[in-house]
């Protein structure tokens, strides 16, 4: 996508690198990782989203930007384990557990993904 003469991934590199130095880091930060990870630049929304980990241990947002790029990269353990860090820190985070459900689903794991849209359906 291009806007004004630039690809938008360009527009989202420059905000991930204002986020860096940013007064408000912890509004800034997930905002910027997720930008990154929406327009395909998902090594660099991995990146973003350590960052954000080691600054927001318990913020399940990190995990759920790294899990939404690791799944964009067809890296589906990894993936799953980023959701469950997610989960395990906020277990009703909506996105985590839709994106769990659906790998559970898509792994024939009937069993879990029942259990998740339980909780899915409790939140």
């Known amino acids: 996508v291009v806007a004004l003469g630039k690809p938008f991934s360009d527009y989202a ?3 991930a690198e204002a986020c860096r130095s940013h007064e ?14 929406r327009v395909g630049l998902n090594d660099d929304a991995i990146d973003a989203a350590e960052r954000l980990r080691r600054e927001r241990p318990n913020a399940a947002v990190g995990d759920y930007i790294e899990g939404l790029a690791l799944v964009a990269l067809g890296q589906g353990e990894r993936a799953k384990r ?9 277990p ?3 996105g985590c557990l839709t994106e769990y459900n659906r790998m559970q689903a898509t792994d024939g794991d009937c069993v879990g993904a029942e259990k998740s849209a339980r909780a899915l359906l409790a939140v």
């Not at 408000?24 to 990870?37: G, K, M």
């Not at 959701?83 to 906020?90: G, K, N, P, T, V």
Request: aromatic residues 10%; positive net charge; charged residues 15%.
């Open 92 to 94: 009703s985070a909506t």
């Open 13 to 15: 590199r420059e905000a």
């Open 24 to 37: 408000a880091p912890r509004f800034c930060a997930p905002i910027s990782a997720w930008l990154l990870a």
């Open 82 to 90: 980023a959701f469950e860090r997610c989960l395990s820190a906020s």
